[in-house]
């Protein structure tokens, strides 16, 4: 159904490398998908890689290499010359060779930059540059098909021919006026119909989705995912057409902030890969686990401020990691739901409402934890007493941490801070602390230790 | 830019409801996208979105129901006759029919798919309806345009343009045969710049990626992305083409499985929203609450069997909570990589460098932390023997959590079992307990009570 790269042809490129056959190793890779190259090269070693990036035309490598892995990528094009790599980006749309420029060091950004022959592409590409790598600017390329509203439909068909010999997909035409402003957009369908005398002023639709270059690209998204886009014009500070945005582009956007949300749910700091290197990955990982540590150690302090209970309740103690685990747990669970409705932009009622609703969420669970705590102590024949003590303060616990969890995003979100980050470990962490310091202040006042 | 939703607009709306004012309702709402539409309906009441469903044409409310939230398009469909139903999915691309027939009780389903005039998209849409949700059968749509490869070059533009009235985008051109099955591809141009005379055989492209009904949607998903697909041709078990998937489905569908995940890794059993009844979220919720606390009474019991250190280290028992923890976080932190690994198709190399590697990373980070209890032992003047135990147990719990976190993502997913159900709270807890018996047998054996 699909090309699927066995051991077998990995083996027999490798052996072919080895014995410099470029007419064979050609013949081999000829009718390979650039995506599925990318794969292959992923498979080889950096010298093979690198030698089968320099056989191929750059047409295929640059799509390859567009494919590839970051750390993949960096390293191959680490054994390229300027020139080299410059012959790559002029085969690539301008999206694609500003994302690829902007990986490399700022000295080596200005060498390739300067050997790239096509002055219009080279002047694209510093344009795309500019813009934040999240923003609508940063994910747009300078590649559409537009025309001038008063063009007539024949002048248009003819200019439209060449243009979109650049495009790979032409999507929708565009309308501009003189000064390059967006007035609207044309299908395909309705410039094959018009009559051919008609300006193009005649048969445009003057309604367009469109954005902004500095609209952040989750809101683009959101936008193209509401209106089932698959291009979306981006328009300058002045309303003029400077570029587009492709679904392609945005379905790689979307699944890589997905994946940044559930890492900083894991607490991972940034972005990494099971492949990363020891120290990046450590780099990723330590700082939560350090934040953890200094949860933990309050918990430590907050507990030899109770040690008088030490010697008639030994069994608070024991209860200790539950608590924490229950407080941490039901946190994390009210802010993930909170954060998604935030970023789904579908929370709606007030605060109050939502304050109710999680009082009794929490009131529900919590009293089932408790009962299931009472039912525990019966069977292992705990003190009643105690066993209600700890009930009574697991309940209080849940409902705070649920609380906190609920309240911690919003207001986050409200201080323009990204909510996904109060649910990683910041929320179990803190939730932990208050979580036990309250569960002995509760049992000490049911108790009287 | 885009549309905005202002609450002068809803109570405007809500006013002329009232006044059943309904031409004036009619020119306010003409020119809205369905999908403002959809969050229009949101806004009101039921009984004032009903009465706006009932009001508007069902071309425009088809569209728009499919865009609300279940929960919402639920309680307005419990209002509609089977017959107002029916009218809605005759309007409907049969995808999306089967999807809203798919929410309805079985009873309701027959009397909606009774009531549907047309025949040939009842037949479609009750095909459809027998391929699982998440399969590329039950994410495909039957629209599409096909050609016969024997057909001739202006026979084919005839034809084509009747099938092309009933699908909303294009993209590609299939090719048949005169058993209906999948040939290949054509593009509207190759069409229209192919001599008149020619026959489809001539002109079309033999390669074309395709998947099979069965296909997994996340399958479906990573090959569009790979290969920047907008659509791709669905074929039968005997090669027929019987559908395709468009790209817009392909992003709902990654934002729906992401939140899921999302959601999996934050202890919630089963899709939810901030909106959802309190019911449907303890039901979503108090199970890995439940977990949890089982894990919790198993820390409980194993600190029961160390009592005996409570009077000489009662400093050990403080420190169980900053155990758990550390054994949790690093556990869902090497887990969430490994899954994204899988799910990305990613993970290189043998099992036995993962391990090494993995030794190696929880070994930095579990001497860093070490470090910092032993620095934090003199600040506050602990016991050094105490102290060192505490580190070199920490060290042994966070090697061993690494490697549970590493490795059961890996064995479940051998297994066939979803790899990412290990970084919700079932990692967190096994660790937990685990981690606090190691931590109390390795300090045993270094302090000696």
């Known amino acids: 159904m699909q090309f699927q790269i066995s051991s077998e042809l990995i083996e027999k490129i490798k052996l072919l490398i080895e014995q410099q056959s470029n007419e064979e190793l050609l013949l081999h890779l000829e009718d390979v998908h650039h995506a599925d190259i990318a794969e292959i090269l992923t498979e080889l070693s950096l010298e093979e890689a690198t030698y089968i990036v320099k056989l191929l035309d750059s047409q295929k490598t640059a799509e390859a290499l567009m494919e590839l892995e970051v750390n993949v990528r960096e390293r191959i094009l680490d054994t390229l010359s300027s020139k080299e790599i410059a012959e790559e980006l002029e085969e690539m749309d301008t999206d694609d060779a500003a994302d690829i420029i902007s990986e490399l060091s700022l000295e080596r950004q200005q060498t390739v930059i300067a050997e790239l022959s096509d002055e219009e ?4 590409i510093v344009e795309l540059l500019r813009y934040d790598e999240n923003s609508a600017g940063g994910l747009m390329a300078k590649e559409l098909v537009k025309v001038n509203e008063n063009w007539s439909v024949t002048g248009c068909m003819t200019e439209m021919r060449q243009q979109a010999e650049n495009v790979t997909r032409v999507h929708s035409i565009y309308v501009v006026d003189d000064k390059n402003k967006l007035k609207g957009r044309l299908s395909l369908k309705d410039l094959l119909t018009a009559p051919s005398h008609a300006n193009i002023s005649d048969v445009y639709i003057p309604q367009v989705d469109y954005v902004n270059v500095h609209t952040d690209g989750e809101e683009v998204a959101r936008i193209m995912q509401k209106y089932d886009l698959e291009a979306i014009p981006v328009v300058d500070e002045m309303g003029r057409l400077v570029g587009r945005v492709t679904i392609d582009d945005i379905v790689d ?78 946190g994390v669970q009210s802010s993930a739901i909170i954060v998604q409705g935030l970023a789904n932009n579908n929370l709606r009622g007030s605060l109050f409402n939502r304050l109710m609703k999680e009082l009794s969420l929490s009131l529900i669970n919590g009293i089932a934890l408790g009962l299931l705590i009472v039912i525990f102590g019966l069977v292992v024949g705990q003190d009643q007493a105690v066993s209600l003590a700890i009930s009574i303060s697991l309940l209080t616990v849940i409902i705070f941490a649920a609380l906190v969890g609920t309240f911690v995003p919003i207001i986050l979100d409200k201080q323009g801070v990204d909510p996904a980050i109060a649910t990683g470990p910041f929320i179990t962490t803190s939730n932990d602390i208050c979580g036990i310091f309250l569960f002995f202040f509760i049992s000490k006042m049911i108790l009287g230790f």
């Open 121 to 124: 592409h080279a002047d694209n």
């Open 253 to 330: 956007f979307i699944r890589e902030e997905a994946e940044k949300d559930y890492q900083m749910a894991s607490g991972i700091s940034e972005s990494v890969e099971a492949d990363d290197s020891i120290w990046r990955l450590t780099r990723a990982r330590l700082p939560w686990l350090i934040l953890g540590l200094f949860g933990g150690l309050g918990s430590v302090y907050i507990m030899q401020g109770f040690e008088e209970a030490l010697s008639r309740f030994p069994v608070l103690f024991f209860f200790t990691p539950l608590i924490a685990a229950m407080a941490g747990n039901v």
